[in-house]
């Protein structure tokens, strides 16, 4: 099966309603959503072979949805691009795709020396692709290559990780079954990068027939994205937990057509999801994935939220339909309830492997599961708590601290609002604690005060021996903070 096949159907069934939106502007029908990735099929087709691997690098724009589309109708393979990288960053992936063509906006497409033949989507040419004859509508064996999907990379350079129509299409059954439910008169605003989660998304509302609607700002405005909520029949969105921050700090009430905010791909704060949980009510579904099984590990569901306790609250939630997850000590045996281990999971969701790295495929598919390098605890009511990446686990004077609960503590302090702990070598304990915070609600804080503060939280072992306050937290282009820059920033 292709994931065309999605698209197919949402024809069929839909095919006067208005498919994609640019703001409030309706680009096109099902039917001719259809027509133009089937025209685009054909135009790819007459020039790549199939499982070609064809890159979109482009703000937020509707063109994606066709492009996506097109390219998995003409059998070739998705390579979607985040937006916000560096030109050389994108070089880089372009290369170790080895590509055969570029669909850009025209800001990238300026700025791309790449070699590769590029198409602006936003030029007059771009229509040459979508005139010619269709292709029929494609039956694909499953285990076909659909979209490599280029890691964030904060513990490393990016890998191309290698997901398939079976994949994506395990992907979107399980957010159909466990996160949103949408018909065709419900609405997917595209807030967060379409290179990324926001993009994966978008097969599971294209076969409901809901709308695709793309921000007309092409990056993340929380007021655009309020507006678009309003105006938009049954809205839903998935936001990074920053962008959900941002939202909320508008001060604006819940546009009554929004119906479900789907967060995760970075830590939520407790106390954050308690402040949008009083702002919106309970519309939010949060999902634990890595590029390397997309969206989907593990889920709070709608329902998780009700009555929930900080321990569900703060946790990434239970293992997601279709997938098995368990945490493994160190030597692969499973770890007892609350025992600290790395989480690894299988089912159809997981990729095949990374693109042209058999070693580090081997590493990270190893005896049947994918390894997360994520630390993680179950517990006995079958809730997963994240500790933090393996690599980021800081251990001084023998004994592991995690990061984030260091970090949730501090974030209670009403003058911190951010934190970041990281470990930096110490001759005596090996490691110790350093916390970068930002101070947003006083003017100065002092040590003693954010001491006293912890003790009343967390083991005196666990508290930073150093605080270093800074205007902002380097972060990267998909809002993760950065750790390996401030142990850098340390070491200099
Ligand atoms: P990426 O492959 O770039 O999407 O990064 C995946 C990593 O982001 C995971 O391995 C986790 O470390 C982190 N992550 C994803 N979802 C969550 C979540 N809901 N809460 C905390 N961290 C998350």
């Known amino acids: 099966m292709n994931l065309f096949a999605l698209l197919d159907q949402a024809a069929r069934q839909f095919p006067d309603r208005g498919a994609v939106y640019h703001g409030r502007h309706r680009c096109s029908t099902w039917s001719e959503l259809r027509d133009r990735a089937l025209r685009l099929a054909g135009a790819l087709r007459g020039r790549y072979p199939a499982g070609a ?12 949805v066709e492009l996506l589309y ?21 070089a880089q992936i372009l290369d170790d795709a080895s590509v055969s063509h570029v669909f850009a906006s025209q800001a990238i497409a300026d700025q791309l020396d790449s070699g590769y033949p590029v198409e602006n989507v936003e030029g007059e040419d771009y229509s040459h692709w979508l005139t010619g004859a269709p292709v029929a509508a494609p039956t694909t064996d499953p285990s076909t290559l659909a979209w490599l999907f280029y890691t964030s990379g904060t513990t490393g350079r990016s890998k191309g990780a290698m997901l398939t129509h079976r994949n994506l299409m395990a992907m979107t059954v399980a957010h159909l079954a466990d996160m ?14 379409m290179s990324h989660g926001s993009g994966l998304y978008i097969p599971a509302y294209v076969v409901r027939g809901a709308r695709q609607v793309i921000p007309e700002g092409g990056g993340f405005d929380p007021a655009e994205f309020l507006d678009l ?14 962008m959900v921050q941002r939202v909320i700090a508008t001060g604006r009430p819940r546009p009554s057509a929004l119906q479900t905010i789907v967060y995760g791909g970075g830590p939520m704060y407790v106390d954050s999801i308690k402040k949008a949980l009083a702002a919106f009510g ?5 999902i634990y994935g890595q590029g390397e099984s997309p969206m989907t590990i593990t889920g709070l569901r709608r329902a998780d939220y009700d009555d929930a306790d900080d321990a569900i609250l703060g946790s990434v939630g239970r293992a997601r339909t279709g997938m098995e997850v368990a945490v493994l000590r160190g030597d692969d045996t499973p770890a007892a309830v609350g025992e600290i281990g790395e989480i690894v999971c299988r089912g159809d969701v997981v990729m095949s492997g990374y693109w042209r790295n058999p070693v580090a495929t081997g590493e990270t598919l190893r005896g049947g599961w994918l390894r997360t390098g994520d ?28 990061p984030r609960e260091v970090e949730e503590a501090l974030l209670e302090h009403p003058a911190v609002s951010e ?20 101070i947003g609600g006083a003017d100065e804080i002092s040590t003693a005060d954010l001491d006293a503060h912890l003790l009343q939280r967390i083991a005196r072992f666990k508290r930073p021996k150093r605080y270093l306050a800074v205007d902002d937290l380097p972060k990267n282009s998909y809002g993760k903070v950065l750790k390996k820059d401030l142990r850098q920033r340390l070491s200099k």
């Open 229 to 242: 909520c309003e105006h938009h029949p049954g809205s839903s969105a998935f936001l990074a937990p920053t």
């Open 70 to 90: 097109g390219i998995w109708a003409a059998e070739c393979v998705a390579v979607p691009i985040n937006y916000k990288l560096h030109p050389r960053e994108m």
């Open 282 to 286: 309970p519309v939010f579904t949060q």
């Open 53 to 64: 691997r064809i890159a979109i690098a482009s703000e937020n724009r509707p063109e994606i």
């Open 419 to 438: 934190a970041c702990v990281v470990g930096a070598p110490d001759a005596e304990w090996g490691e110790i604690v350093v916390a970068f915070i930002v």
């Open 375 to 402: 630390m993680g605890s179950f517990d006995a009511r079958g809730y997963l708590t994240l500790h933090d990446r393996s690599k980021d686990v800081v251990i001084s004077g023998g004994s592991n601290i995690y």
């Open 180 to 193: 949103d439910s949408p018909d065709e008169r419900c609405s997917l605003i595209h807030a967060a990068p």
